[in-house]
């Protein structure tokens, strides 16, 4: 499903200036996998995930997501590509605070101008599945983190991703807030989504939802 | 069909951005409603003023001839009005007795015109009047700024000229006129010509200057040649002359006021374009988040066109009808000076309703596109960075 071959990723600090945040990287995740990419910050693990989500491009090698080389599509195709396989859940949530959890929620769906009964309908399924109606009318910055957190996920999961991709989820939520997520990773599981999560949080090590672990350092897989 | 072109969800979510940024949105409303209401305002005051113009340049003779003494108008003799007549190509010769009176109370100078009832000069512009023959006995007609003030005076009766002999003449006030074009007849007194020279100290066989009419207008400037040269130390002024001197004070003033709004409007452009360019970093991060969650350069632009769109025409709308309350339920307090003497009469005058449509386009132009040029143009370059370096 996702095969990352011989992939580097520079970074131009200045002009004359780079920085090597992948060197030479090759993985290949299947289809339904949930994979853990480990590694300190600075590693490199960010750095796979936006190459995966076509959010950058590498310096040299391939990306292929479902037979498709990501690095290759222009901006648009990538915005539809992410728009139809992938939901993000980023490290700080990356909510818009004033807005009210529905109105978060759907932002993914605001392109792809559906009715309003289709958007009701995909609404009240992702909020029943993380458990947040009750939360559907109030202001994200009102939330807790692990609320917050449940809403960052409904919004990845909106469009019915085929991959989710998590950011270091769990590095602003307490213990009972990471198991909680890690609930939920096991739900979106066995729904048969892939997913692949960046994290140095030693929770997600070992468990038994978790079919790989790729250790990154420096930029190299390990 | 037009739900597939515009998508409503869009614009829910561009009202929303707005109703996020509600300070940088009321703070860009306040100053491009401002502007758009000040320019348009200028416009419409120009507009009524020219449009009061051509009134007046219907009602004007085509050539004026005055006496001069020392390099100023002096009175004429009437005697001229024969001689005028019998040249080939002018229908008729009015000597025409006019002058200004200054009005101490006030500090003001009122437009004294003379005319007699079988003249036809001023009855384009007076329509008024109730009799003309009534002008013969002691009394005179008065525009409406006059009227104003004669009431602050408590003149409503009747009003006591002084001569330069200082002696009395006084006029019973018999009506009050609205001419057609009032910015010219607003600070007019009409009476008797034998009562204008009588307040103004003229004798029976002196004028203030000789107006003529001449059948055949393209002739005009021949019969201006030939009464230079019959009359050389007289001044001869053409209908064209004083046409053009009206719209020189005119366009000038408009002119210096049209290069101030042009420069402030630059500036105000300046300032936008320095505030949407330097987009804050929660800005750059929500464009980054909306690529990140799916969002492609097309829809972060569209919802941008939508934000700049509705924050640009409702401040033109708003614009337009505060422009329109000012000049024409308000009659454009203050600005209204610049164009005109800043004396009551010109407080008195009431603008005309003119509706322009090439006016309102001419500012929806040159105000709505440039600001969502410098929405539009900032945010593309933003949308175009990659997503995970725009969040970084």
């Not at chain 1, 939920?184 to 994290?199: H, N, Q, Y």
């Not at chain 2, 515009?6 to 996020?20: M, T």
């Not at chain 2, 001689?83 to 010769?93: F, I, K, P, Y």
């Not at chain 2, 006084?170 to 009506?175: D, E, H, R, T």
Request: aromatic share 12%; glycine share 4%.
């Amino acid at each position: 499903m996702i095969q990352l071959q011989n992939i580097t990723k520079n970074y131009d600090i200045t002009k004359r200036e780079q920085v090597i945040a992948l060197d030479r990287v090759s993985l290949s995740i299947k289809e339904g996998q949930c994979v853990v990419l480990k590694g300190a910050s600075g590693s490199g693990k960010s750095s796979v995930l936006s190459l995966i989500a076509g959010l950058s491009k590498p310096t040299s090698g391939s990306v292929m997501v479902d037979g498709k080389n990501i690095a290759k599509l222009s901006d648009n195709f990538a915005s539809k590509f992410r728009l139809e396989n992938i939901g993000f859940v980023f490290q700080r949530y990356n909510l818009i605070p004033s807005l009210d959890v529905y109105h978060n929620i759907i932002t993914p769906l605001v392109p792809l101008n559906l009715t309003d009964e289709e958007i009701q309908k995909r609404v009240q399924r992702v909020l029943s599945l993380f458990h947040i109606e009750s939360k559907r009318d109030i202001k994200v910055k009102n939330l807790s983190g692990g609320e917050q957190q449940r809403v960052a996920i409904a919004r990845a999961y909106i469009n019915n991703p085929k991959i989710i991709l998590a950011d270091e989820p769990t590095a602003n939520l307490d213990k009972k807030l990471s198991l909680e997520f890690i609930e939920i990773i096991e739900r979106l599981k066995e729904e048969g989504s892939t997913i692949v999560i960046a994290t140095h949080d030693p929770l997600f090590f070992g468990l038994e939802c978790v079919d790989c672990e790729i250790e990154l350092q420096n930029g190299k897989r390990v | 069909m037009w739900k597939k072109i515009i998508n409503l969800h869009l614009v829910e979510y561009a009202i929303a951005a707005l109703l996020r940024q509600k300070s940088k949105t009321v703070f860009i409303v306040t100053i491009f409603v401002s502007l758009i209401s000040l320019l348009l305002s200028f416009f419409f005051i120009v507009n009524s003023i020219k449009y009061e113009l051509s009134l007046t340049e219907d009602t004007l003779p085509q050539i004026i001839l005055q006496n001069q003494k020392m390099g100023r108008v002096s009175d004429i003799d009437t005697a001229l009005v024969d001689d005028l007549l019998q040249l080939e190509g002018v229908t008729d010769v009015q000597a025409r007795v006019w002058g200004y009176y200054y009005f101490s109370n006030q500090d003001i100078y009122f437009t004294l015109v003379g005319i007699d009832s079988f003249e036809n000069i001023y009855k384009k512009g007076f329509t008024l009047f109730r009799d003309s023959d009534e002008l013969e006995k002691d009394v005179i007609y008065i525009g409406d700024g006059v009227e104003k003030l004669f009431s602050k005076s408590y003149y409503k009766d009747f009003f006591n000229f002084v001569t330069p002999d200082l002696k009395v003449v006084k006029l019973n006030i018999a009506g009050v006129f609205k001419a057609e074009n009032r910015l010219e007849s607003n600070d007019v007194i009409v009476m008797s010509k034998a009562n204008a020279r009588k307040v103004f100290g003229l004798d029976d066989e002196k004028a203030t200057d000789i107006a003529l009419w001449i059948a055949n207008p393209k002739e005009i400037d021949t019969i201006a040649q030939k009464l230079k040269q019959l009359y050389p130390t007289y001044k001869v002024i053409t209908h064209d002359d004083i046409v053009l001197g009206y719209e020189k004070l005119f366009n000038y003033k408009s002119g210096v006021f049209l290069v101030l709004f042009i420069v402030t409007l630059f500036t105000f452009f300046m300032i936008i374009y320095e505030k949407m360019s330097g987009m804050s970093s929660q800005e750059r991060k929500e464009v980054g988040i909306l690529k990140a969650i799916g969002w492609s350069i097309d829809d972060i632009i569209k919802e941008k066109f939508y934000e700049a769109w509705l924050v640009a025409f409702f401040s033109y709308l708003l614009g337009v009808v505060i422009a329109f309350f000012y000049v024409y339920i308000l009659n454009a307090p203050f600005l209204r000076n610049i164009f005109l003497d800043s004396n009551d009469y010109a407080q008195q005058f009431e603008l005309p309703f003119i509706v322009d449509l090439q006016t309102l386009f001419l500012v929806f132009f040159l105000s709505v596109p440039l600001y969502l040029a410098s929405v539009i143009i900032p945010a593309w370059r933003v949308a175009t960075l990659d997503a995970d370096e725009v969040m970084r």
